[in-house]
């Protein structure tokens, strides 16, 4: 294992991560299928010049602008969300039907904080008493899946994308303001003029990937301070680039230039670098996906030409999963492959020199990052040992890993037998968990090792504070303050939860239903908020402004 430089300690903290990373090999990107089909069956069975793509030609006024400056802000064609949209209040009874909900003209918080869900429908904003709420967007939302990576870390602003015409795919980015879901900014992300009449059919199947990264893939990320967005466009090259737009100066600058694709922008923490990946082919229309990956580069706010890091060794499709920075010149990342080794390799990279680090050289099939401790750690599921195009070098089980102490343990292999785990890093207690058949396995960051008997746990969550935990179980919903003793809460099953943001009750949600649980042991029914939509697609969030 080769050395990685010690950050000094005050430091280091600093820049860690409040939370840890996982990723399981069984998790890899997915995207709404009816949409990709529907682009397929439209290339294969349309002439190049029927296709329902929207390709604006550029604006005039970025001609005379100088090249890193393409834009400064657009008109949005996304209709007022202060127009009059239906709000609702909840009924304070057991469980009312949607005809029992009442509808009101109340309206949000101007101070917030307000709880963000996004829906099948569109995108909602609640109060903190989860009693009142506004329809912000009424539209879908292309993107990530997630809520986390749309939110500034900021000012509460949150990123959408959506077609700015109807019956076409047309991307566009905005950053609606809260509490009311004001545009502030958006932009057109295609602009190139595509001639599809002149087109071949790889060159046509090549923009089809790359409007389904636009409105599928990891395409934007917000920097620390909020004041940059970092997004992927096709502006005034037939591939995709990487673009910044400056909230402080309301323009946009070209950050790359072709012939390849950058995408999956990643902020350092001193907002001086965009680390991406730079690809040949998104793959996004074929199974089972994966870039064709050619390097990995950092490009600069400054606006002087971005740099290649690194050549990227894998063999076959996949990504290079960049995790999180672990000071503040490194980041870790690993190869993960659609064929061959899968998941592999893991290193930490410098952003200033490009000196690359190894970790972790051999398979494994899932792996957990603590912030604050900088231990790493793996796991190789007994399967790994039968795989017929890799050797491993390590024989199936639990691994800790010190990245800055070049440590490495070995925990115990009888956890193998559990398959994949799928862990979850909670700095704040110092412990990674994950579910088993059988109840909860939990790992601290000095390799001790505890198991939770209990049926089956289908996620773990831990209290910002760390100190509360919640199981969602096949029997409930069980809270504990300690860690040790857990009582049921709540008898039915839900698909998540979530605190209050001054602690004081637990909002769990399953469909089109809010359930809020207070007293002092989370055990009294509060509010029972049936909501006016079907599909809560990914875990509300609070925003704080």
């Known amino acids: 294992m080769s050395a990685v430089k010690r950050t000094p300690a005050a430091q280091l903290e600093a820049v860690r991560a409040p939370f840890g990373v996982s990723m399981n090999i069984g998790k890899r990107l997915k995207f709404s299928v009816v949409p990709l089909v529907f682009l397929l069956v ?62 009101s003209d109340s309206s949000l918080s101007p101070v917030g904080p307000w709880l963000i ?48 015409k109807p019956d076409v795919i047309a991307p566009r980015i905005s950053i609606l303001q809260l509490p009311f879901g004001e545009s502030v900014w958006s932009y057109d992300l295609i602009q190139y003029p595509f001639d599809y009449e002149l087109m071949s059919p790889t060159e046509i199947e090549d923009v089809t990937e790359m409007y389904s990264y636009l409105t599928f893939g990891r395409s934007f990320a917000w920097s620390p301070s909020g004041r940059y967005l970092a997004f992927v466009a096709v502006i005034n090259n037939p591939s995709l680039d990487l673009f910044l737009y400056d909230a402080n100066q309301d323009k ?44 990995v580069w950092k490009a600069k706010t400054s606006l002087e030409p971005a740099e290649k890091l690194y050549e990227s060794q894998m063999e076959y499709t996949g990504w290079e999963q960049l995790i999180q920075w672990v000071s503040r010149d490194e980041f870790l990342v690993y190869a993960s492959e659609t064929y061959g080794c899968m998941l592999h390799d893991v290193r930490t990279v410098n952003v200033e020199t490009g000196t690359v680090n190894q970790v972790w050289d051999d398979m494994f099939s899932s792996l957990s990052y603590d912030g604050i401790s900088g231990k790493l750690l793996l796991h190789i599921a007994g399967e790994l040992d039968l795989w017929p195009t890799c050797r491993l070098e ?25 398959g994949y785990l799928e862990f979850t890093n909670y700095p704040n207690r110092g412990v990674f968990y994950s579910p088993i058949s059988d109840g909860l396995l939990e790992i601290s960051v000095d390799g001790d090792v505890r198991e939770i008997a209990q049926d089956y746990v289908k996620e773990i969550l831990v209290s910002n504070n760390g100190r509360q ?77």
């Open 394 to 418: 390590h024989d199936p089980g639990l691994y800790l890993i010190d990245i800055f102490e070049k440590t490495e343990l070995s925990i115990d292999d009888s956890h193998a037998e559990y």
């Open 252 to 295: 946009v600058f070209q950050l790359t230039d072709g012939p390849l694709h950058a995408v999956d922008p990643f902020w350092s923490y001193d907002e001086q670098y965009v680390v991406h990946t730079v690809v040949e082919r998104t793959r996004m229309e074929a199974a089972p996906g994966g870039y064709v990956v050619d390097s």
């Open 42 to 103: 439209l290339i294969s069975c349309t002439k190049p010049s029927e296709l329902a793509y929207s390709s604006p030609t550029l604006s005039p006024t970025s001609v005379d602008t100088p090249p890193a400056l393409i834009h400064s802000t657009q008109e949005s064609d996304i209709s007022d969300p202060t127009d009059e949209e239906p709000d609702f209040k909840a009924q304070a009874v057991a469980s009312p039907t949607p005809e029992q909900t009442g509808w």
């Open 117 to 164: 869900i996004k829906a099948d429908d569109g995108l909602w904003s609640l109060n903190p008493d989860i009693s009142t709420g506004k329809k912000l967007l009424d539209s879908p939302l292309y993107g990530p899946a997630g809520l986390s990576s749309r939110i500034s870390p900021t000012n509460g602003n949150i990123v959408a994308i959506i077609s700015s």
């Open 469 to 545: 935990m919640l199981l969602l179980t096949s029997d409930g919903v069980l809270h504990s303050r300690n860690g040790f003793e857990f009582r049921n809460v709540f008898p039915e099953q839900v698909a998540g939860g979530f605190w209050s943001p001054n602690m004081d009750s637990i909002i769990l949600f399953r469909q089109n239903e809010l359930i809020e649980l207070t007293g002092q042991d989370f055990d009294d029914l509060g509010a029972r908020v049936i909501l006016p939509f079907d599909g809560i697609e990914s875990s509300p969030k609070w925003v704080i402004p």
